[in-house]
């Protein structure tokens, strides 16, 4: 129901009662509990033998800007660079996808997360939050990039999260600063940023994480605050039987449904099954509003968890990722030239 984040690169020994709670399915890990691969891989298994097997252990590993953990890891290209070999070579843009997704989840895999929040799947068109995050500004080429980034998912042993729907590339503001708001009608929304999400669909993606935008011509609401969006549009009209995921409820724009206990319960009654505390300044706050809640499918919540894993041993001596680590580190120099 909860993923909460911790504050450093140890367990400390407050936290042991945050994992035990009820209401608690994971940890969500920022840079902040990252100081190497070693120390990772402890603070993970700290973090299961208190809050037990089942906890889900997940972190935003998308590249370019958005990479937690870095020494010891490849150094991920954004997806805009792939999106940039689409224009020229769009087959070496898929398979460039596929190797991205691989990588970046079998070295999460072989460290003990379960999945990463990804793949981003919003339309490159200037938002301040998303910029080089993005494939591209099409709707066709996202969505087809975004199947392939799954299907490498797939195959590096990690479940794949959709975001941030239905689609936060079309807004100019940061909600992680400001309110947003995305004016364009249904109609509009549906032919354009909603189709990455409906083919990433079609791939087998196991989660959608829903954003704190707010789409007045379909509800007064932010997405994750809506029923509108998640149980009518998302679950009935889409028929998505996957987990749904909030962005964190510390964010500017999640304001909206007033304080930490208004913000979670929104999410829920919207129709999220995790809801993400991803600062520990308001976890105490969150479990309390969680304790006499449902709890989350626990199919939804087995999904998400990680594939048998490789170990950093036969990932280090696998000659096709060496392959692919060349061919993603190519893809530094398109970023460079993106970005000028």
Not at 91 to 103: F, N, S, Y
């Amino acid at each position: 129901m909860l993923m909460i984040g911790l504050a450093g690169t140890t367990l400390a020994a407050s936290e042991h009662a945050w994992l035990k709670a009820a209401g608690v399915s994971g940890v969500v890990l920022f840079s902040r509990n990252f100081s190497s691969r070693d120390q990772l891989m402890t603070l993970i298994d700290d973090i299961r033998e208190v809050g037990g097997d089942d906890m889900l252990i997940a972190v935003d590993q998308e590249g370019g800007p958005v990479q937690r953990f870095r020494e010891g890891f490849t150094r991920l290209p954004p997806l805009s660079a792939i999106g940039a070999v689409y224009d020229r070579d769009p087959e070496d843009a898929i398979r460039l996808a596929e190797e991205h997704a691989w990588v970046m989840s079998s070295e999460l895999r072989a460290s003990g997360v379960d999945f990463s929040f990804a793949p981003v799947v919003d339309l490159a068109r200037g938002n301040a939050a998303i910029g080089l995050r993005a494939f591209h500004a099409d709707p066709a080429v996202a969505a087809e990039l975004g199947q392939a980034y799954v299907r490498g998912m797939h195959l590096g042993g990690m479940a794949a999260v959709l975001k941030h729907f239905p689609g936060h590339g079309s807004v100019a503001a940061d909600t992680h600063k400001a309110t947003a708001v995305d004016t364009r009608p249904l109609d509009v929304i549906r032919r354009e940023d909603l189709l990455p999400f409906v083919e990433g669909m079609a791939a087998h993606a196991e989660a959608v994480m829903v954003a704190h935008v707010v789409y007045p011509e379909v509800d007064a609401q932010p997405a994750g605050f809506s029923s509108r969006w998640i149980k009518d549009i998302l679950r009935s009209e889409l028929g998505f039987a996957g987990a749904v995921i909030s962005d964190d409820i510390s964010m500017a724009a999640a304001g909206a449904a007033g304080g930490v206990t208004g913000r979670v319960h929104a999410h829920l009654d919207a129709g999220c099954d995790l809801v993400l505390a991803c600062f520990p300044d308001v976890v105490d706050e969150a479990i309390a509003a969680v304790r006499d809640r449902a709890a989350t499918s626990p199919e939804r919540m087995a999904a998400l968890r990680g594939d048998v894993a490789s170990t950093w041993d036969s990932l280090n001596d696998n000659p096709q990722r060496e392959r692919f680590i060349a061919r993603i580190a190519a893809l530094h120099a398109v970023e460079g030239q993106a970005s000028a």
